[in-house]
Structures are given as C-alpha cells and as structure tokens.
T-cell receptor
Framework: DAGVTQSPTHLIKTRGQQVTLRCSPKSGHDTVSWYQQALGQGPQFIFQYYEEEERQRGNFPDRFSGHQFPNYSSELNVNALLLGDSALYLC????????????FGPGTRLTVT | GDSVTQMEGPVTLSEEAFLTINCTYTATGYPSLFWYVQYPGEGLQLLLKATKADDKGSNKGFEATYRKETTSFHLEKGSVQVSDSAVYFCALKNQAGTALIFGKGTTLSVSS
C-alpha cells in the first residue's frame, strides 16, 4: 500500500521564478492538504483540496495556488518566488474533509536563491 | 484564533530517562489533539491522538492525556531510547476538521 508520495525531493529556484510541486495521496484517500514548514518551525496550513476544489485556505497570498486532478493527486504552484518561500513543503492526504487522520508525505525541500 | 504552544527545546536526555514535553492549546469547542514526530530528513508521522476530553492516546511507549480543564496534552515516556531522538510536534484539529494547527516543535536528543 503506497503512502503519500511527493516530487521532486529537492529543488532550487531563483527569486521571481515559478515552481510546481506534486503530490499523490495514499491509496483510497480523496483529500489533499498542503503545509509549509520553514526551518525550525512547525508546519503551517496552506490549503486543502477535495472534489477538485479548494475547500479551505490558510493565511497565504494568492501567489500560492493549487489544483486537484480527478485521480485525487494534487499540485501546489508558487509564483513570483521570494527568498522567504524557502521551506519544506508537505502534502498530507486523508479520507474526506472531516476528522479523519491526515497522512504526510516526505516533503519537497524548496530553496530560493 | 486556535493555537498550540509547546515547550522550547532542545531537550537532552540520557537513555532510559523519563520524558515530558509540555503542550497547551487555545481553541473553541472540542478540538482533536495530536502528537506528530519528525525524524531527520523525513516527513511527519502520527505518534498518537486523542479526540475528546480525558482520552489517553498511546503508542510505542509514549502517552498523552487530553485535559480540557488545563487545555493541555503533555507527551510522556517512561524510558527514552536513542532511537527516540527526533522533533516532536503537538497539533490540534478544530471542530471544522480541516486544518491541523501545529506548535513550533521540540527537539529531543537522547544519548547512550
């Protein structure tokens, strides 16, 4: 049973560029949430996708956008990258949008130079 | 808004010592409470959870009790091992059940 997978593992971008991160949920899960974890901090909620729609959003600017595909996989896009966007981006999947447990992937380490 | 506060680290212990990591929360209603662990270079793993007052979550020798009267969910383990060295995060999920809200994490280092 495959868990949550994310790609790429690491990437380096330059300020002003755009980046796309990908996530495949755990088998049987239909909901994907994205979190940003800055160095030495706890993860912060970016947004959640269910039924291909953004269901809830955290306190992140519109430069952060996402998409969910019919197979429940998801993408996180960040435009006009800033140095402060350097972080570990974590994807979590769950079944439904309620209190079911969220399972996390290993993350994508983004470095903006 | 909802928030989680956990004790500052790092916490440095010798093998077989007793561990306590304090966690308190602020939330409306009755949130679910969680402890996650992050090993170096890895994502988060759920360690234990509790969904209502007085529930005790336990796993791998770790335990935590949901105390509504003190809004706390302290993590304890009677005898730590070197393999327990990691960063521990306390988190809550509010009644809407959507986002997890995390504390800043506590680094635990156990030496033999």
């Amino acid at each position: 049973d495959a868990g949550v997978t994310q790609s790429p593992t690491h990437l380096i971008k330059t300020r002003g560029q755009q980046v796309t991160l990908r996530c495949s949920p755990k088998s049987g899960h239909d909901t994907v949430s994205w979190y940003q974890q800055a160095l030495g901090q706890g993860p912060q909620f970016i947004f959640q996708y269910y039924e291909e729609e953004e269901r809830q959003r955290g306190n992140f600017p519109d430069r952060f956008s996402g998409h969910q595909f019919p197979n429940y996989s998801s993408e996180l896009n960040v435009n006009a990258l800033l140095l402060g966007d350097s972080a570990l981006y974590l994807c979590a999947s769950s079944l439904g949008t309620g209190k079911n447990e969220q399972y996390f992937g290993p993350g994508t380490r983004l470095t903006v130079t | 808004g909802d928030s989680v506060t956990q004790m500052e680290g790092p916490v440095t212990l010798s093998e077989e010592a007793f561990l306590t990591i304090n966690c308190t929360y602020t939330a409306t209603g009755y949130p679910s409470l969680f402890w996650y662990v992050q090993y170096p270079g890895e994502g988060l793993q759920l360690l234990l959870k509790a969904t209502k007052a007085d529930d005790k979550g336990s796993n791998k020798g770790f335990e935590a009790t949901y105390r509504k009267e003190t809004t706390s969910f302290h993590l304890e383990k009677g005898s730590v091992q070197v393999s327990d060295s990691a960063v521990y995060f306390c988190a809550l999920k509010n009644q809407a059940g959507t986002a997890l809200i995390f504390g800043k994490g506590t680094t635990l280092s156990v030496s033999s």
